[in-house]
């Protein structure tokens, strides 16, 4: 996982959003970076078919008229 982002850095992140958390959501959001970082990684990967959930579809004559 990604190491946590500087105090710096965060705090900068921080004030461009608009947001002004206190203490101990900042932690928490210091905490959660890498689990997000990691998810965000995953996420834009390229994928082929196999990695849709359904591969087949059926449709009643109704539903394509």
């Known amino acids: 996982m990604p190491p946590e982002p500087e105090d710096e850095t965060l705090d900068f ?13 900042k932690a928490g959001l210091k905490a959660a970076y890498p689990h997000v970082a990691a998810m ?3 996420v834009r990967k390229p994928r082929g078919r196999m990695a849709e959930p359904v591969l087949v579809y059926g449709f009643a004559e109704e539903d394509l008229a």
């Open 40 to 42: 965000a990684a995953r």
């Open 13 to 25: 992140l921080l004030a461009r959003a608009g947001l002004s958390p206190t203490p101990e959501q």
